[in-house]
C-alpha cells in the first residue's frame, strides 16, 4: 500500500473512531421517563380531595430498579414535620412559616396518602414516611423496561403556608402545586427521595394528562392545554354530578414537562394575548382596586418580555404560559406560575419576568435544583435584571429608569454578606445551609454572580453564544453545573474548570490591590499589583495619566489559556495563580501617572473594593 493511500486509511479509521467516541459519550447521558394519567375531584366544603393515578414508567438507567419511590408534599404541614421542626430551629427561619405548622389544627393540616398502589395486577405495599412514601416491587424494572402502575389517593388541602395551599392572603382559594402523588426521580446519582423541608425539586420529564372535577362555580388554571373531558370519570358520585351539571371535569394534557400544577377560585377574571409567534398567554386574577388596573397592563408588557427572552436565551417551547395569582409570593410551575398579585406595576412585572424566565432555568433547563440552587434560582436572577432592564429602555414600564447595570448590586451585596463569614459553598444541598440567609445569598446572589463575572472572563460575544448554545444543547434534560461550564469552555476556546471550581466548591473571594508604583526608566513604569483573595482571576488594570488619558490592560490567568476579546484594552502576560504579586511594565514616566485603578467596571466581586485605586498622593518615587 503506498503511502499516500495509507495516509488515507489511517485519516478513515481515525474519523471513524472519533465518531464512535462521541456517539459513546452522548450515549452516557439518560434519563427516566414517565407519563401520568391523573383524574382527581375536590370538596371545597371540607378541603379534601381524592384521586386515581395511572403512571407508565420507563427505565432507560443501565440499572435494574426494584423499588419505587414517590412524594407526598402536602404531608409537610403537619405539627411535628420536618419541615415545621426545620423551621423552628433555624436561626432565621422563613418567615412565611415560622412556627405557623405547629399551630396547625386537624382541620387545617395538610395530607397526602395512597390508599392503594398496584404494579400490573399485583398489589404493593407501600410504606409512608412523613412526605416519602415507598414499595418493594414486585417485578423488577430491567434497564429498557417499562411498568405500570395505578394508585388511589387522598389528601386535605392545608391552609395556604408555603406555596401550596387554600384561602391565601389574597383571598384565592386554592393554589395546588405539588399536590398527587409524584414519583421520585432516578438518575445517574440515583434515587432522590428527599423529605420536603420547604426548598427545592427534582422531577422526571413526561407527559401528563390530568382531569380536575371542580363546583360548577370555579374558574380552573394551571399547565396543560385545554382538551375535551374524559368519556367517564373514574369516581360514580362526580360524575353524576358532572352529568347534573354542578361540577366540572377540567382536562388538560401537557406534553414533556416535569410537573403539573393548577389553582381555582370563584372570582378569577381571565384574560388571554395570543403572541405573534402562536403562543397564547394567561392572566387569571381577581379583579379590585389592588389588581385590576396594573394586570390589565401586564400582558402587553410580558409579551414584549417574551420577545427578548426568545432571542437571547432560547425560544420558548410550549404553547401557553399562564401567570395565576395565587400561592404565597412567586413561585414557578410548568407552563404556569402562581404569585400574589396585590402589587404595584413594577413589582408585578418583576415578579412575572422572574418567575418567567424559570421556565428557561428549570423547566426546560431542567437542573436538580435540590443539589444546584443556584442554577436555578442564579441564572433566572441574572436573566431577570437582563429582561428589566431591556423594559426600562424601550419605556414599557411607566415611569422605570435604566439602570446601566443592573447587576452591580449583586456583586456589591455579595461581598458584604461573604466578609461576614457566613456564606456556604454553592456545593451544598439546598436542604442542609445552615441559615436561610446563607442559601439566599448563595442561590440567588452568587448564583446572579457566577453568570456576570463570566460574561467578564470570556466576553460578552461568547457569553451569548453559550447561553443560547446551553438552552439549545441541554433543553428538556437535566444538565449540571459541568455541562454547563463545558458549553462555554467550547465557545470561549478557554478552560474554566478553575472558575467553576472556585465558585461552587468554596467561598473564597477575590481581592487585588495596588502594591506600590515606582520609575524604572526615563520613559517606564513598574505598577506591583498583589492578589490579597485566595480565588484567582483575570482582571483589569486602567492606568490614568495626568492628561486624563487612560490605558486598560487586560492581565489574564495562567488557568484560562486565552483571554476574552480585547475590545482596546492592552494585553499584559498571564499571571500565575501560585504568584502573590505581579508586575506590570506601563510605558509612560512615572511623573506622567495620575492614578491606576484595578477593575474599574466593576466585573469582579471583590472583599474589598476600596483597595483597588492607587491615589496619586500616595504614589512615591524609587
Known amino acids: 500500500m503506498n503511502t499516500t493511500k495509507r495516509f488515507t486509511l489511517l485519516l478513515a479509521v481515525g474519523f471513524a473512531l472519533s465518531i464512535l467516541h462521541i456517539s459513546a459519550l452522548n450515549a452516557q447521558y439518560w434519563q427516566q421517563s414517565v407519563d401520568y394519567n391523573i383524574q382527581c375531584y375536590l370538596t371545597p366544603e371540607n378541603h379534601k380531595y381524592a384521586g386515581e393515578e395511572v403512571i407508565e414508567y420507563v427505565n432507560n438507567s443501565p440499572d435494574t430498579l426494584t423499588r419505587i419511590y414517590f412524594h407526598l408534599y402536602p404531608n409537610a404541614f403537619q405539627p411535628g414535620s420536618m419541615m415545621d421542626v426545620r423551621n423552628l430551629n433555624l436561626p432565621d427561619p422563613d418567615r412565611r412559616v415560622g412556627d405557623r405548622i405547629s399551630k396547625l389544627s386537624p382541620e387545617g393540616e395538610g395530607h397526602l ?5 398496584m404494579q400490573g395486577s399485583s398489589d404493593l405495599t407501600v410504606i409512608e414516611e412523613e412526605t416519602i412514601a415507598y414499595a418493594e416491587l414486585q417485578f423488577p424494572i430491567k434497564p429498557g423496561g417499562k411498568a405500570n402502575f395505578k394508585l388511589n389517593f387522598e389528601g386535605q388541602v392545608p391552609e395556604q403556608i408555603r406555596r401550596s ?24 446519582m440515583g434515587w432522590h427521595p428527599n423529605p420536603y423541608v420547604g426548598r427545592e425539586f427534582h422531577g422526571i420529564w413526561g407527559d401528563f394528562d390530568v382531569t380536575v372535577a371542580l363546583p360548577s362555580e370555579y374558574t380552573y388554571a394551571g399547565t396543560g392545554y385545554p382538551a375535551d373531558a374524559p368519556k367517564k370519570f373514574y369516581n360514580k358520585k362526580i360524575r353524576k354530578k358532572i352529568k347534573k351539571g354542578d361540577y366540572v371535569a377540567h382536562r388538560r394534557t401537557a406534553p414533556m414537562v416535569h410537573d403539573f400544577t393548577w389553582a381555582a377560585d370563584t372570582e378569577y377574571k381571565r384574560t388571554e394575548l395570543k403572541r405573534a409567534d402562536g403562543t397564547m398567554l394567561e392572566f387569571y386574577y381577581i379583579p379590585g382596586e389592588k389588581t385590576t388596573e396594573n394586570w390589565e397592563l401586564l400582558p402587553e408588557i410580558m409579551d414584549k418580555a417574551f420577545d427578548f427572552i426568545n432571542k437571547k436565551y432560547g425560544q420558548y417551547p410550549y404553547e401557553k404560559y399562564a401567570i395565576i395569582q395565587g400561592g404565597d409570593g412567586g413561585m414557578e410551575y410548568a407552563m404556569s406560575t402562581l404569585i400574589t398579585g396585590e402589587r404595584t406595576l413594577g413589582s408585578l412585572v418583576g415578579v412575572s419576568v422572574h418567575e418567567l424566565m424559570h421556565s428557561w432555568y428549570q423547566f426546560v433547563l431542567a437542573t436538580n435544583e435540590s443539589l444546584y440552587p443556584w442554577m436555578d434560582e442564579g441564572f433566572t436572577s441574572y436573566a431577570s435584571s437582563e429582561v428589566m432592564k431591556y423594559l426600562a ?6 415611569g422605570a429608569e435604566v439602570q446601566e447595570n443592573p447587576h452591580l448590586g449583586t456583586v456589591l451585596g455579595y461581598s458584604r454578606f461573604a466578609n461576614t463569614g457566613r456564606a456556604e459553598a454553592l456545593s451544598t444541598h439546598a436542604d442542609h445551609y445552615t441559615t436561610n440567609a446563607a442559601y439566599g445569598v448563595g442561590s440567588y446572589v452568587k448564583g446572579e454572580l457566577f453568570l456576570y463575572q463570566l460574561r467578564g472572563i470570556i466576553g460578552e460575544e461568547a457569553f451569548d453564544k453559550g447561553m443560547l448554545r446551553y438552552f439549545n444543547t441541554w433543553k428538556m434534560k437535566h444538565p449540571t453545573a459541568q455541562n454547563f461550564i463545558r458549553i462555554m469552555e467550547k465557545v470561549s476556546g478557554q478552560e474554566l474548570d478553575w472558575y467553576l471550581e472556585y465558585m461552587v466548591n468554596t467561598t473564597h473571594q477575590i481581592d487585588f490591590t495596588v502594591d506600590t508604583i515606582y520609575s524604572t526608566g526615563a520613559k517606564e513604569t513598574t505598577v506591583v499589583l498583589r492578589k490579597l483573595g485566595v480565588m484567582p482571576a483575570p482582571v483589569d488594570v486602567q492606568v ?5 488619558n487612560k490605558i486598560t490592560y487586560l492581565v489574564p490567568l495562567v488557568l484560562q489559556r486565552g483571554h476574552a476579546p480585547l475590545n482596546g484594552r492592552e494585553l499584559a502576560g498571564d499571571w500565575p495563580w501560585t504568584n502573590p504579586t505581579y508586575t506590570l511594565t506601563v510605558p509612560m514616566p512615572f511623573e506622567r501617572i495620575a492614578g491606576v485603578e484595578i477593575d474599574p467596571l466593576v466585573k469582579l466581586s471583590e472583599a474589598n473594593k476600596e483597595n483597588n485605586v492607587y491615589p496619586p498622593l500616595v504614589i512615591e518615587n524609587n
Open 113 to 117: 396518602h395512597i390508599t392503594k398502589l
Open 165 to 188: 395551599g387554600r384561602n391565601n392572603a389574597e383571598g384565592v382559594d386554592y393554589s395546588m402545586p405539588q399536590w398527587y402523588p409524584k414519583l421520585s426521580e432516578y438518575d445517574h
Open 393 to 398: 429602555e424601550i419605556k414599557a414600564i411607566p
Open 544 to 548: 490614568t495619566d495626568r492628561d486624563g
